[in-house]
């Protein structure tokens, strides 16, 4: 998971740009709002962009310790919960585009005409629960990074391994200088900059990948690699799946993302296909990250029995100068690329939740901006300090927000539909949304989208004096939902529930691993 893509945060930005505006009323906001998404709804990229935009909004941090988890699980059990994920992840992004509509602006639109409001707060709660946790992995992964810099540079600093102490400059005060720095860079406004870096941090991941797939042929070449239950080698298979099904569940969730990252498709009609490309090259640049660097740090004495490594820079010590040099460079980059994302999820997050509460056209105090600032930094200080494990982490995110926004949320649209495609169900309205005329699609939609808009009542007149955008009469836009029989809807509600069964299987054996562990201790 890697927060959203790019053109979609750009166009909150011009959201947020136009909610800033006192000297316009509601009905001027609403005016441009209206124009806004017209313009960004006129552009256009091919099939390829489409699935190179999937995959590159898939690739996130998680590859940073996904080695390590391919030595604990075992090669055969990690690549079977790589296919089984990867396909039912897949599936469930494929019923969001299927029931999706022209004016769907984001999945919580779409939740919210298709479930109601209710599961829409449950979905901003997961979504908001989902993103400070990948906010929380990466920074928690930003300290480990840089203070794996630090001690290359200083090796008289204390270890990782060695606790928490504060007698001597330490781990826990890598969280609190960062959060520091991190602070006005949250407070910024104008985050085009920002996000012009942040968008070049895929080559720093592909920079990683190389890196891991190096050692992993250097360690095949020199005779290192070993397969079995010795020590120093590498599992082919184990039962301890709980952790890599709960990591590639976090690895593989773009539900929150699709509906941007297609809405652009110039061929709408295979974006089902064009999203499974992008699923199938994200699985393979897992695998090689997974695979290779697993093999690469295996045979080290770091990565062996007594120790914790929480990335597999942890285990790579005393290298050949252009080992050396390769795995400073990878940091140094992954640590500028976590470093710029840090204010873009901080600022995802922001709006998410306080959209919900001030609406998407109505001005934000900055007393509440700064606090939520304060709080978001805050907790991820607190976790670098009580030295939380990525791995955890990232396992608790991916199993518990993402069982709702994996599962839950995409298989209730299947429920609500019981089973029936969507090429199946008569809608009351004559006009088919997705051939629309562009102002068309506005109009048919406008009412559904109205809360997200912050639009109330008699705040926008029947017809609107800027747009000059006719309105609909109430509940004239409405779908009429009447379902023909299809031999195959039973079968598809049975193959969806039994992977609800799995979602719900994983999160409860994830919550139930980590209580074990904290009475454990």
């Known amino acids: 998971m890697n927060v959203l893509s790019r053109s979609e945060i750009e166009e909150r930005l011009e959201v947020?740009?136009?909610?800033?505006?006192?000297?316009?009323?509601?009905?001027?906001?609403?005016?441009?709002?209206?124009?806004?998404?017209?313009?960004?709804?006129?552009r256009t990229q091919s099939s390829l962009t489409t699935a190179f935009t999937v995959t590159n909004s898939m690739i996130g941090t998680?590859?940073?310790?996904?080695?390590?988890?391919?030595?604990?699980?075992?090669?055969?059990?990690?690549?079977?919960?790589?296919?089984?994920?990867?396909?039912?992840?897949?599936?469930?992004?494929?019923?969001?585009?299927?029931?999706?509509k022209r004016g769907d602006y984001d999945f919580s639109s779409q939740i919210n005409r298709i479930l109601g409001k209710r599961m829409r707060v449950v979905y901003i709660a997961a979504c908001t629960f989902l993103l400070v946790?990948?906010?929380?992995?990466?920074?928690?992964?930003?300290?480990?990074?840089?203070?794996?810099i630090l001690s290359l540079i200083f090796p008289d600093l204390p270890s990782k391994e060695d606790g928490i102490t504060f007698k001597t400059f330490s781990y826990p005060y890598t969280g609190v200088l960062l959060g520091i720095v991190g602070l006005p860079?949250?407070?910024?406004?104008?985050?085009?900059?920002?996000?012009?870096?942040?968008?070049?941090?895929?080559?720093?991941?592909?920079?990683?990948?190389?890196?891991?797939?190096?050692?992993?042929?250097?360690?095949?070449?020199?005779?290192?690699?070993?397969?079995?239950?010795?020590?120093?080698?590498?599992?082919?298979?184990?039962?301890?799946?709980?952790?890599?099904?709960?990591?590639f569940g976090l690895s593989f969730e773009i539900q929150h993302g699709i509906l941007p990252m297609v809405k652009y498709n110039v061929h709408q009609d295979k974006n089902t296909r064009d999203v499974g490309f992008g699923f199938i090259l994200g699985g393979i640049i897992y695998f090689l990250v997974g695979f290779f660097g697993a093999i690469g740090v295996s045979w080290r004495p770091l990565c062996g029995p007594g120790h914790d490594p929480e990335t597999i820079m942890d285990c790579i010590?005393?290298?050949?100068?252009?080992?050396?040099?390769?795995?400073?460079?990878?940091?140094?980059?992954i640590f500028i690329h976590l470093l710029t994302i840090q204010p873009i999820v901080c600022y995802i997050t922001r709006s998410q939740v306080l959209n919900y509460f001030y609406g998407e056209l109505n001005k934000i105090p900055t007393a509440v901006t700064h606090l939520f600032n304060i709080v978001f930094v805050a907790i991820m200080v607190a976790c670098v300090v009580v030295d939380l494990h990525?791995?955890?982490?990232?396992s608790i995110v991916g199993s518990v927000g993402g069982f709702v926004v994996v599962y839950l949320a995409p298989i209730a649209i299947v429920f609500k539909y019981k089973g029936v495609p969507n090429k199946s169900i008569v809608s009351g309205s004559s006009i088919d949304p997705l051939k629309a005329p562009l102002k068309d699609q506005i109009v048919m939609t406008f009412e559904e989208h109205s809360q997200d808009l912050g639009v109330m009542g008699s705040e926008v007149d029947k017809e609107h004096p800027k747009s000059g955008i006719q309105l609909p009469e109430k509940n004239q836009t409405r779908s009429v939902i009447k379902s023909k029989k299809c031999w195959y809807c039973k079968p598809r509600l049975i193959f969806y529930a039994i992977v609800l069964a799995f979602g719900t299987a994983v999160m409860l054996l994830v919550l139930e691993n980590l209580i074990y562990g904290i009475f454990k201790k």
């Open 16 to 42: 947020d740009s136009i909610r800033d505006k006192p000297a316009l009323s509601f009905q001027e906001k609403l005016s441009i709002f209206t124009n806004l998404q017209s313009s960004f709804a006129l």
């Open 62 to 100: 998680s590859i940073l310790i996904m080695p390590l988890n391919f030595i604990q699980s075992g090669v055969i059990t990690s690549i079977i919960a790589l296919l089984v994920v990867g396909f039912l992840s897949f599936k469930t992004s494929g019923i969001i585009i299927h029931y999706s």
């Open 133 to 148: 946790g990948v906010g929380l992995t990466y920074f928690i992964l930003m300290c480990n990074v840089f203070y794996s």
């Open 185 to 247: 860079l949250f407070a910024m406004k104008n985050l085009k900059f920002i996000l012009k870096i942040t968008s070049l941090g895929v080559y720093a991941l592909f920079f990683y990948m190389f890196f891991c797939m190096y050692i992993g042929i250097a360690a095949i070449v020199n005779g290192q690699v070993k397969f079995g239950n010795a020590e120093g080698a590498v599992k082919w298979y184990s039962f301890d799946f709980v952790t890599i099904l709960a990591v």
């Open 317 to 333: 010590t005393n290298e050949d100068k252009f080992t050396q040099y390769y795995a400073v460079a990878s940091e140094a980059f």
């Open 390 to 394: 990525p791995t955890t982490a990232v």
